[in-house]
């Protein structure tokens, strides 16, 4: 296969999500995926508190945790039909890795709780950029299950912690087409000016 790695401003100046179903195999290998998650740790948090961990889904497991996800929406939507379910336990399954970046934000004596998130927000693009320079494209979703409390718990959540988004990675069947982004002058104020 071959993987052409970006510059890193260059990929910083193009790079865009993949759609987590355009997102295919092979996934990063083991060691491949250590050396991201290790890069998705190395982000600014102060006060040390680490306020994020990561739940690795890969392989079989991934439709492990779609049963949690077919399960929660099978109680909400008991008319369901089969094809349905199949697409909620397919949730994780559409990307060879998906990665959950777990905000684990408490309140703290000093540090703000504000604060820690932010921390889980740039482990979740630090992890995104990673899976980018490595070769791979990435996607950052939540989707409803993101904020069902069943599935958080059946992934091993505890009641404090949030999902701050599953990143998806793999290999782009094709170059994405890119997308507007704002204008410089409508989001940057030149202070005193
Ligand atoms: C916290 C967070 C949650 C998101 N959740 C979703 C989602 O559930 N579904 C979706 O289609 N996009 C979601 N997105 C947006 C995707 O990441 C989207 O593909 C991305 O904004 C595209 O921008 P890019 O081209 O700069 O990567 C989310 C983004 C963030 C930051």
Same mark, same amino acid.
């Given at each position: 296969?071959?993987?052409?790695?970006?510059?890193?401003?260059?990929?910083?100046?193009?790079?865009?999500?993949?759609?987590?179903?355009?997102?295919?195999?092979?996934?990063?290998?083991?060691?491949?995926?250590?050396?991201?998650?290790?890069?998705?740790?190395?982000?600014?948090?102060?006060?040390?508190?680490?306020?994020?961990?990561?739940?690795?889904?890969?392989?079989?497991?991934?439709?492990?945790?779609?049963?949690?996800?077919?399960?929660?929406?099978?109680?909400?939507?008991?008319?369901?039909?089969?094809?349905?379910?199949?697409?909620?336990?397919?949730?994780? +399954?559409?990307?060879? /890795? *998906?990665? #959950?970046?777990?905000?684990?934000?408490?309140?703290?004596?000093? &540090?703000? %709780? =504000?604060?820690?998130?932010?921390?889980?927000?740039? +482990?979740?693009?630090? /992890? *995104?950029? #990673?899976?980018?320079?490595?070769?791979?494209?990435?996607?950052? &979703?939540? %989707? =409803?299950?993101?904020?069902?409390?069943?599935?958080? +718990?059946?992934?091993? /959540?505890?009641?404090?912690?949030?999902?701050?988004?599953?990143?998806?990675?793999?290999?782009?069947?094709?170059?994405?087409?890119?997308?507007?982004?704002? +204008?410089?002058?409508?989001?940057?104020?030149?202070?005193?000016?």
């Amino acid at each position: 296969m071959d993987v052409t790695m970006p510059d890193a401003f260059e990929l910083l100046k193009t790079r865009r999500s993949v759609k987590p179903i355009e997102l295919s195999g092979p996934g990063p290998t083991a060691a491949e995926r250590d050396a991201l998650l290790t890069i998705a740790a190395r982000v600014p948090d102060h006060g040390k508190l680490v306020p994020w961990r990561f739940v690795v889904f890969e392989q079989d497991a991934r439709l492990r945790a779609g049963e949690a996800i077919a399960d929660a929406f099978v109680k909400d939507h008991p008319d369901a039909n089969a094809d349905q379910v199949e697409f909620e336990k397919r949730r994780l +399954a559409r990307a060879p /890795l *998906v990665v #959950a970046v777990v905000s684990r934000a408490a309140p703290h004596v000093k &540090i703000p %709780e =504000w604060e820690q998130v932010l921390s889980a927000g740039a +482990a979740a693009m630090n /992890l *995104v950029l #990673a899976a980018h320079a490595l070769g791979f494209a990435a996607n950052w &979703i939540t %989707e =409803w299950y993101a904020y069902d409390r069943r599935v958080c +718990a059946a992934l091993g /959540l505890q009641d404090h912690e949030k999902i701050a988004g599953f990143i998806h990675i793999g290999r782009p069947a094709h170059p994405p087409e890119d997308r507007p982004r704002p +204008a410089l002058a409508d989001i940057v104020t030149l202070f005193g000016t």
